[in-house]
């Protein structure tokens, strides 16, 4: 079986090694940087800039009160970005080894569809080749959205590209766009003493999380000096001596805001134009190609997986689809179960959610009992001076059954893993409650709110 896997993010190279391990003669094209969005200008780079910027802001704040003497600490921005390019490069170079290791021939270039089993490659030579194959998975990615605001032209406004790479931390910035990548930057800039203002359209930052484990983000963005305007619309951007001048609408009427530079964080939009696709019958559903459980398209030679799909546009998703392609492909299918797919944001404090909201959980008229325990009880999260956090199940009030479960605080992002493989077994309180959990670890804030559901929390006041 030849596959033909276009584009080299977490979608595409892991569906090549997969195909590959099960006995697939494997192609990847890759028109820029093996990692994709992930790796290159997204999840990889900003948890390097999150890293140190958590450090610093915790070395300032609490260096006294854990017994550390630090006469004079400041961020060296032009090291940070050598070692945010240092992590890339090591990450890249691990996915070329696997590759190389799999028996995956990889092609840099341009890869355009021009049959059912055959694509042409513009290759960065200049030269032109054809490929035939018997089945294609498409990996495209995403790229920064853009909206039609007067002045988003402007050499000043930026997307979540530039924002990584910026030669010097800026005095003031305002970001269009509260949700998981415009906060994670509000973060990181607020933390370096930038003065961050965000706008969102929504009532509320993060919309698709529970709205309790946000309430901790917004009292960390007080605390830092974050402005947030929620409800909020962008009329325009210009151009000033002062800086920007953004406008905008609130529900108490219209806003000026200055700053250095607009970060342009609107959400992602699938990549998929160029490919020759639509002649071959493919279909494209605003701008996203239509695919069914096993990410095959209409064309049953042709599969589509990850951003370009559209839909959760999460790099773990792309992965796992990525998975369910090759293994279709090659005759061993399995899906997945996406209710057990985790959200998280990497702010201080970090944001981990699973499953059902407890708003979602109502309106599919559930009856639903919550239980929460705040980390201010948690003596390991007491130790790192991170208690601005909270531990939340929504079950069923019937049959205990976990419908979700969201965790503001350190390492939730680690933690949801525990109720991601919950919702996957189906698991109730019960399996929960008479699981031990190791003391002292933030982790023990899981059991204790799964007590809290029936008022049974031990260390709850």
């Not at 998981?180 to 607020?190: D, M």
């Not at 990525?322 to 996406?338: L, Q, R, Y």
């Not at 309106?363 to 239980?371: A, E, P």
């Not at 009880?377 to 130790?383: D, F, H, L, R, T």
Request: charged share 20%.
């Amino acid at each position: 079986m030849k596959v033909v896997v276009l584009g080299g993010g977490p979608g595409g190279y892991v569906a090549a090694i997969r195909a590959a391990q099960l006995g697939a003669e494997v192609t990847l094209i890759e028109k820029k940087a093996l990692g994709g969005t992930c790796l290159n200008v997204g999840c990889i780079p900003t948890k390097v800039l999150l890293h140190t910027t958590e450090f610093y802001t915790a070395l300032k704040r609490e260096s006294a009160e854990i017994g550390l003497e630090v006469p004079q600490i400041a961020v060296d921005w032009k090291r940070l970005q050598k070692r945010k390019d240092k992590m890339i490069r090591i990450n890249a170079g691990g996915i070329d080894a696997l590759l190389k290791k799999n028996k995956v021939t990889k092609i840099i270039g341009t890869g355009r569809f021009t049959g059912v089993h055959e694509l042409e490659v513009s290759k960065e030579d200049g030269s032109l080749q054809t490929i035939g194959f018997d089945r294609a998975i498409v990996a495209t990615g995403s790229e920064p959205s853009r909206v039609p605001i007067p002045g988003t032209e402007l050499s000043a406004v930026i997307t979540s590209d530039e924002a990584l790479s910026l030669p010097e931390v800026p005095g003031s910035l305002c970001i269009i766009g509260g949700g998981v990548i415009g906060c994670e930057f509000a973060s990181i800039y607020s933390s370096l003493g930038c003065k961050v203002t965000i706008i969102e359209m929504l009532p509320e930052l993060i919309a698709v999380m529970d709205r309790d484990i946000v309430r901790c983000l917004r009292k960390e963005f007080s605390t830092a000096g974050v402005d947030v305007h929620t409800d909020t619309r962008v009329e325009r951007i210009e151009q000033t001596p002062k800086g920007l001048s953004i406008t905008a609408v609130t529900p108490s009427g219209p806003i000026t805001v200055t700053a250095e530079k607009v970060l342009l964080s609107i959400g992602r939009r699938p990549k998929t134009s160029g490919l020759g696709l639509e002649i071959l019958g493919v279909s494209i559903n605003k701008g996203a190609i239509e695919v069914d459980g096993s990410m095959r398209t209409a064309v049953p030679s042709i599969y589509a997986i990850g951003d370009c799909v559209g839909g959760v546009m999460l790099a773990h998703v792309a992965s796992a689809e990525g998975v369910v392609a090759a293994e279709h492909i090659m005759g061993e299918p399995s899906p997945v179960d996406f209710r057990t797919v985790p959200s998280c944001v990497y702010t201080r404090p970090e944001l981990a959610s699973v499953g059902l909201t407890e708003d979602e959980a109502r309106k599919q008229g559930r009856d639903v009992k919550t239980g929460i325990f705040p980390l201010q009880a948690n003596g390991k999260s007491m130790i790192m001076g991170e208690t601005n956090g909270l531990v939340k199940y929504v079950t069923d009030e019937r049959t205990g059954e976990i419908l979700g479960l969201h965790i503001a605080g350190p390492r939730a992002t680690d933690m949801i893993a525990q109720g991601a493989l919950a919702l996957r077994l189906e698991a109730s309180l019960d399996e929960i409650e008479t699981t031990v959990h190791a003391h002292p670890t933030v982790s023990e804030a899981l059991l204790e709110a799964a007590l809290a559901v029936n008022h049974r929390a031990i260390h709850s006041h």
